[in-house]
């Protein structure tokens, strides 16, 4: 075949190939655009309590983190995914930074759910979400310190660090919680 018989052929079907090459791009376009977005993060609350114990006695709370043995701590953190795609985020933790703000302590987080009247224990952490796309959620974490309570002493600001799955491999991101008091009680 010369170059003459194939552009005779080429154009008896120039509608039918340009027809193909405008699907195959509207394709590529589409799913490219689905992908696109990201997952935005914004932390509503962050609730803290104080509680002190005596041997013997009941808890009471507290309002200095000086005479607190123990404290817990409520976090609701809204995310919104803005692709058109389901994307998940895993490996909460809860990281305290001191006052050159570099982070000095991790503590995995719990989802906020209730088992015989308390928190769930730290050993089922909070591990994967799915968010919906086009999506605002609203996820609340929690986290109980008593033997390590000393650490809230030398804080100065909290962060969540979170994974967002991409591909089989996990890429983290951290997002400071800003203007924290640890001195009183938030409810």
């Known amino acids: 075949m010369t170059f003459e018989q ?3 052929i080429a154009t008896k079907f120039n509608g039918v190939i340009g027809a193909v090459i405008g699907s195959m791009s509207t394709l590529i376009i589409t799913h490219i655009l689905k992908n696109t977005g990201r997952v935005y993060v914004n932390i509503a609350k962050a609730e803290k309590k104080y509680m002190r114990q005596e041997q013997g006695k009941q808890k009471y709370a507290v309002y200095d983190i000086n005479q607190a043995t123990e404290s817990d701590f409520v976090i609701d953190v809204e995310f919104y995914n803005s692709s058109e795609i389901f ?5 909460f933790i809860v990281q305290f930074y ?4 570099q982070p000095f302590y991790n503590h995995p987080l719990n989802d906020k759910k209730m088992r015989n009247g308390q928190f769930k ?4 952490p909070a591990d994967y979400y799915n968010l919906e796309p086009k999506k605002l959620q609203k996820l609340s974490f929690c986290f109980f310190m008593d033997h390590d309570i000393e ?6 600001k909290i962060g969540i660090e979170y994974g967002i799955v991409k591909r089989k491999s996990l890429k983290t991101k951290t997002v400071k919680i800003k203007n924290i008091d640890f001195k009183f009680n938030d409810y």
Not at 98 to 101: A, I, L, M, Q, V
Not at 151 to 156: D, E, P, R, Y
Request: charged share 35%; hydrophobic share 25%; no cysteine.
């Open 6 to 8: 194939v552009l005779d």
């Open 151 to 156: 650490v809230l002493k030398h804080t100065h």
């Open 121 to 124: 224990p730290i050993d089922h």
């Open 87 to 91: 994307k998940s985020v895993k490996n």
């Open 98 to 101: 001191d006052e050159k703000n």
